[in-house]
Nanobody, 127 residues
């Protein structure tokens, strides 16, 4: 049974940091590109970042580059999203997704590419 389980969300103040984790099981995690999407109430789903298998190359949403960092530990079947200097507009449910292909700059943000989706973890940024 394929699973992606996110954790690490919570309620934090502006300027704080969080690290989200995504643990995969039921598939060959190391061969999959992994991405994070987020969706706030009333807003469209937004691609946040992705990391490839193999060389662990990464892509980020332009507006988030510099504050968010994605990484992976294949030995633990885990991908991390470190988020710094959080802002109220980062409030959303964050989803971990997996695709069995190499992600490139032109396609990584397309939700239809991803076979597997987690249930999400809520991040709320408020003073």
């Amino acid at each position: 049974q394929v699973q992606l389980v996110e954790s690490g969300g919570g309620l934090v103040q502006p300027g704080s940091s969080l690290r989200l984790s995504c643990v995969g099981s039921g598939f060959t995690f190391e061969y999959y590109g992994i991405a994070w999407f987020r969706q706030a109430p009333g807003k469209e789903r937004e691609a946040v970042s992705c990391i490839n298998s193999g060389d662990s190359s990464t892509f980020y949403a332009t507006s988030l580059k510099g504050r968010f960092t994605i990484s992976r530990d294949n030995a633990k079947n885990t991908v991390y999203l470190s988020m710094n200097d959080l802002k109220p507009e980062d409030t959303a449910k964050y989803y971990c997704v997996a695709a069995p292909l190499r992600l490139t700059d032109s396609i990584w943000n397309l939700p239809s590419l991803y076979d597997y989706w987690g249930q999400g973890t809520q991040v709320s940024v408020s003073s």
